[in-house]
């Protein structure tokens, strides 16, 4: 089996082996092991490369027979090198094995390319998590409620992890959301408007909520090494709430 | 076919990088049957070197003493550090022969797949040396993976706030190498790494 694939991880197996995960094209995200070349020109693959692997085996550990970069090398440095590993860890924690999850393998391709080109970072992270999260089935609906309205720009709305959003008329929720949202930003969410700095606001808060009860609590180590910038907005019942500007 | 002390001892030496069951076989084999000083010997010499060896209470590198004896020789520039994975990596440049400063052993790489983030690296250690030693400069040498460069950059600028100079390793093209058979990533940084002739 020939597949494109990046080096999404690898830990030491024995002696001359390691293990490595990739991201295919083909197969989604597989483990292999692969023999590493005669020690002079011992090289651990990695480094954003797309490289064809030859690999074999039906079970889900694969031998790795040869691996070979297909593209020139892209250098990242500081900060874009972190937002990698972030989405190296969502990408190992999320995905399951041996599925063929082509957009995501585009996805990332899109991703690490963009952060080779120095634009901003926060909105390229979010982008990816909302592309995750579609492509795994399990995306986050900021266009309709629960019940199937479409979402009013004007009304504001309150939103669980199970029932999405509804409406928010001053009440006190018998369970307390996860925040509160004005239609208007729901809807520039939905519409992917990153510029927007509510809408970005929005989507740090959701999707690090989301995240976590994906992950059913299981850290993501790799925040550590990205700013942190705790939620400073304005709050109602001490949630979250984000207001059209 | 074999007794279980002997099941045990073949088991056990399989701990051993690159030691396959046929190996383990052989070399327990050899020690009962040909060679039961050497056996006697390694025994008392693995039991006594896990239980008397530890860390370096300042560079954290393998060592029987509290402090090992590269920290311990006067000759060596404390002010003067470089900054390793692993004791192998002090072993490896040791045998370069031109560092002439002392060591700081990270025991490990940025890698949050494995749950290693920065607060598990235990860098404050590092700074506690730093500023005890009065380091002038520091001398990165992490793997130059992905995981390793993290960590060094990470390192960097923990380091940059003590008002050191921080420098890291060079990337190339090794000795003896042929250009084109080094990878595309390697030849990229030896390029952004070069030196002025
Ligand atoms: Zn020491």
Redesign the pocket.
């Known amino acids: 089996m020939r597949v494109s694939a990046y080096v999404i991880h690898t830990r030491p197996f024995q002696d001359s082996k390691i293990l490595l995960d990739l991201l295919t094209f083909e197969q989604g995200l597989i483990r292999g092991v692969w023999r590493l070349p005669k020690k002079e020109a011992r090289v651990i693959p990695g480094s954003f490369l797309c490289y064809e692997v030859e690999c074999s085996g039906r079970g889900d550990l694969k031998t790795v027979k040869s691996l070979e970069s297909v593209q020139s090398s892209l250098v990242l440095e500081g900060l874009p090198l972190y937002a990698v590993l972030y989405a190296h860890e969502l990408l190992e924690k999320l995905l399951p094995t041996n599925l063929p999850l082509p957009d995501i393998f585009t996805l990332y391709q899109w991703l690490i390319q963009s952060l080779c080109s120095g634009v901003a970072i926060a909105p390229l992270l979010r982008r990816f998590e909302v592309g995750l999260f579609s492509e795994l089935g399990m995306g986050i609906n900021m266009v309709s409620t629960g019940r199937g309205e479409r979402v009013k720009p004007n009304q504001l709305y309150q939103f669980h992890h199970k029932f999405g959003l509804r409406p928010y008329h001053g009440e006190t929720p018998k369970q307390r959301p996860i925040l509160f949202v004005d239609g208007a930003v729901a809807l520039g969410y939905h519409a992917g408007q990153w510029t927007d700095k509510q809408v970005l606001s929005l989507a740090k808060e959701l999707h690090r909520n989301w995240l976590d009860s994906l992950l059913s609590g299981k850290p993501i180590v790799s925040r550590g090494l990205l700013p942190k910038q705790p939620f400073q907005g304005e709050r109602h019942l001490g949630v979250p709430i984000f207001r059209a500007l | 076919m074999f007794s279980p002390l002997i099941k045990e001892l073949i088991e056990s030496l399989r701990c051993l990088p690159g030691v396959g069951p046929r190996s383990a076989q052989k070399m327990a084999l050899y020690l009962l049957e040909r060679d039961h000083q050497g056996a006697d010997r390694l025994a008392n010499a693995l039991r006594e070197a896990l239980d008397k060896v530890g860390r370096?209470?300042?560079?954290?590198?393998l060592?029987e003493e509290t402090?090992?004896?590269?920290?311990?020789d006067p000759d060596r520039d404390a002010k003067s550090l470089c900054i390793v994975e692993t004791p192998a990596d002090v072993v490896a440049i040791e045998s370069a022969g031109s560092f002439k400063g002392?060591?700081f052993?990270l025991l490990g790489h940025l890698s949050p797949i494995d749950g290693i983030g920065p607060e598990e690296l235990g860098l404050d250690r590092l700074e506690i040396l730093v500023q005890h030693n009065q380091v002038e400069e520091a001398i990165i040498a992490t793997n130059s993976t992905v995981e390793g460069e993290a960590t060094c950059h990470y390192i960097a600028e923990k380091l940059k706030t003590l008002n050191i100079n921080v420098s890291r390793i060079a990337h190339g093209v090794p000795m003896g190498g042929e250009l084109e058979y080094v990878d595309g990533n390697t030849l990229a940084l030896a390029l952004e790494g070069r030196k002025k002739l």
Not at chain 2, 56 to 61: G, K, V
Not at chain 2, 67 to 72: A, D, F, G, I, N
């Open positions: 370096c209470s300042s560079c954290r590198t060592t402090e090992c004896q590269l920290c311990q002392r060591y052993v």
